[in-house]
């Protein structure tokens, strides 16, 4: 199992990203797949996961109606794209999987065993 994040970058607050996982090692015609973060001296966090079954997405509180975690256009990846960004959601992002784990939300509650390396995402002017 592989997972390789890419898209991160500095952004002006208010504004746009979009992250892509590459997933290989497993299809995505099952298990959930999210996306986590991690800011300096933070806890690392979920902030949106989707089942790959079904497509049914799961956001916390703090991105609903500012993220959204989708398939990629490209074979095998997903997807997060972020708008409105403020500087609070400077973080390192990082997508996470666990095979044995279809549902969204379970995913987003708990600490996958797979991790793909981070990609840095900084918000300021």
């Known amino acids: 199992v592989q997972l390789q994040a890419s898209g991160g970058g500095l952004v002006q607050p208010g504004g746009s990203l979009r992250l892509s996982c590459a997933a290989s090692?497993?299809?995505?015609?099952?298990?959930?797949v999210g996306w986590f973060r991690q800011a300096p001296g933070k806890e690392r966090e979920a902030v949106s996961c989707?089942?790959?079954?079904?497509?049914?997405?799961y956001y916390p509180d703090f991105v609903k109606g500012r993220f959204t975690i989708s398939r990629g256009e490209t074979k095998n990846t997903i997807d997060l794209q972020m708008t409105n960004l403020t500087p609070e959601d400077t973080a390192v992002y990082f997508c996470?999987?666990?095979?044995?784990?279809?549902?969204?939300?379970?995913?987003?509650?708990?600490?996958?065993?797979?991790w793909g390396q981070g990609t840095q995402v900084t918000v300021s002017s």
């Open positions: 996470a999987t666990d095979l044995s784990q279809a549902s969204s939300y379970a995913l987003c509650h708990s600490r996958p065993p797979n």
């Open positions: 090692g497993f299809t995505l015609n099952r298990p959930a």
């Open positions: 989707l089942s790959t079954n079904n497509d049914i997405t």
